[in-house]
C-alpha cells in the first residue's frame, strides 16, 4: 500500500495581503506605469456607450450628428481629444502622407462683398489695388513651378462675388483647370457663388474640387458678412456636389466667436449629405485696414482642438492647414498632424497673405518622416485616402478567395 499522507489543514479565510498564493482562475494583465506603480486585473472591452468612444471606435462617417453630440467631443479634454484623433486618423488615413496645395489669385482686389476679415473687398481700406483676370499661360508657369517644388494640388481663386455674366472669365478658368490637369495635378477652384450649370461645366472641364468656405456658425455669420447669406453659401456648395465636384469647405478661427460656434461650424458640415473632400482650418490673419485688423489671432489650442474634434466627427475627410499656418511652429504644425490634419497650403503666398514656402516645408517632411499625398489620390468616398481603399478591396478580395 502507497504510504499515507499526511492531512493538511486549510483555513476557511485566507489571511490578508496572501492573494499571491492562491493561482488566480483567470490570467491578469499586469501593466508597470512609467512612474513606478502597479495596476493589476483582467482586460475587457466593453461595447462603446459614450458619443466619445463610438466616434472612437466608428468604421465608417455618420451625418447625423446632433449639436450636443459635437459639443460633447470638442469639450473632450485636449489631452486626450488629440490622442483619439490621432488613432481614427491612422485608423483612415496614412498619417505619413500631407497633401501639399498651393493657392494663387487670378483675379485681385475689387470684391464687391463685405467680409470683415478679408483684404480683397471694395469696401476696406486695405491699399490694395484691384486688378484684372491673370493670362493662362502665367497660370499655368505657376502651376509647373508648384509641381516642381512638390505641390500635388493647385488652387485657383478670384475676388469677386459670384460667375454671372463672366463667361468669358469662366472659359479662361476652364482653359487653366484643363492645363492643370495636363500636368498631372489636382485643380481647386474658388470663384464664389456658381450655379449648377456653371459647377458642371467646370467639372467637364476635369476640375477636381471647389472651395466655397462656411466661415463660421449660422448664428455667428451675420457678425462677419451682410452681402451673402449662409443659405447662399450652402446652395453653391450643393450645386459643386450636384454637379460631381469634390467640396472643400471649412472656416475661419479668431473672428471674435465663442466655442459654440467651433461647434455650430462642425455642425454645419458634419450634417451634410456627403462630408466635404477637405476641410480647410483658417486662423483669421489680421489685415490692416479691415474690420478686424486689430484682432490678436487665435491661440493654437483652439486650432488643436477644432482639428481633433474635426478627425473624429468627419473621419475620411483631409482637414488642411490652411491661412495663419506661419505662426505655428515646427513642433505644433506636427502636433496638428499627429491629431489630424493631413494638408497643407504651401507656396511663395496664399492669396494675398504669406505662406510657409515649399524649403521649408520640405525640411519639415524629411525630419518628421512625411511625404507628400500624390495627386488623385484622395478617394471620391469622403476623402478617403488611396491605400485605406487599397487595403479595404485587398481585404474583401482575399475573403472572397478564402484566403
Not at 504510504?3 to 491578469?28: D, Y
Not at 486626450?80 to 496614412?94: E, I, N, Y
Not at 463672366?166 to 500636368?183: P, Y
Not at 489685415?287 to 473624429?312: H, M, N, W, Y
Amino acid at each position: 500500500m502507497p504510504p499515507t499522507m499526511p492531512r493538511v489543514r486549510i483555513p476557511l479565510s485566507l489571511p490578508r495581503n496572501s492573494r499571491a498564493l492562491v493561482p488566480s482562475a483567470k490570467p491578469q494583465w499586469i501593466a508597470q506605469r512609467a512612474y513606478g506603480t502597479v495596476v493589476d486585473g483582467p482586460v475587457t472591452e466593453s461595447k462603446p456607450t459614450t458619443t466619445f468612444e463610438k466616434a472612437l471606435t466608428a468604421t465608417a462617417p455618420r451625418h447625423n450628428w446632433t449639436k450636443q453630440e459635437i459639443k460633447e467631443i470638442y469639450d473632450t479634454p485636449l489631452m486626450k481629444l488629440a490622442h483619439a484623433a490621432g488613432a481614427v486618423h491612422q485608423k483612415f488615413h496614412d498619417p505619413a502622407e500631407i497633401q501639399m496645395c498651393t493657392l494663387i489669385n487670378i483675379k485681385t482686389g475689387g470684391c464687391s462683398e463685405d467680409c470683415s476679415y478679408c483684404a480683397q473687398s471694395s469696401r476696406h481700406n486695405t491699399g490694395l489695388e484691384a486688378s484684372k483676370m491673370i493670362q493662362v499661360g502665367t497660370v499655368l508657369a505657376a502651376a509647373r513651378v508648384a509641381k516642381e517644388n512638390g505641390s500635388t494640388r493647385f488652387c485657383m481663386g478670384a475676388a469677386w462675388r459670384d460667375m454671372r455674366g463672366r463667361k468669358t472669365n469662366l472659359r479662361n478658368i476652364k482653359e487653366m483647370v484643363k492645363g492643370v490637369k495636363d500636368l498631372g495635378m489636382e485643380s481647386c477652384v474658388t470663384l464664389g457663388m456658381i450655379d449648377l450649370a456653371q459647377a458642371k461645366e467646370l467639372k467637364e472641364a476635369g476640375l477636381t474640387a471647389y472651395n466655397h468656405n462656411v466661415d463660421t456658425s449660422r448664428e455667428f455669420y451675420p457678425s462677419v458678412i451682410s452681402t451673402r447669406t449662409y443659405d447662399e453659401r450652402l446652395q453653391t456648395i450643393a450645386n459643386a456636389n450636384e454637379a460631381g465636384l469634390s467640396v472643400c469647405t471649412g472656416g475661419i478661427l479668431g473672428l471674435g466667436e465663442e466655442a459654440k460656434d467651433h461647434v455650430g461650424l462642425l455642425f454645419t458640415v458634419a450634417t451634410m449629405p456627403t462630408h466635404p473632400e477637405s476641410f480647410p482650418v483658417n486662423t483669421l490673419v489680421p489685415i490692416k485696414g479691415t474690420p478686424l485688423g486689430d484682432r490678436e489671432q487665435s491661440p493654437f489650442d483652439v486650432t488643436l482642438r477644432t482639428i481633433a474634434a474635426a478627425r473624429l466627427i468627419m473621419p475620411k475627410t483631409i482637414i488642411r492647414l490652411a491661412a495663419g499656418r506661419t505662426i505655428l511652429s515646427e513642433e505644433q504644425q506636427v502636433l496638428c498632424f499627429m491629431a489630424g490634419a493631413n494638408a497643407v497650403f504651401t507656396g511663395e503666398k496664399m492669396l494675398t497673405t504669406a505662406c510657409n514656402g515649399w524649403e521649408e516645408d520640405n525640411k519639415i517632411f524629411a525630419k518628421w518622416g512625411l511625404r507628400p499625398m500624390q495627386s488623385f489620390q484622395a478617394g471620391k468616398e469622403e476623402g478617403a485616402s488611396a491605400p485605406m481603399r487599397e487595403g479595404a478591396e485587398k481585404k474583401k478580395n482575399q475573403v472572397e478567395l478564402g484566403r
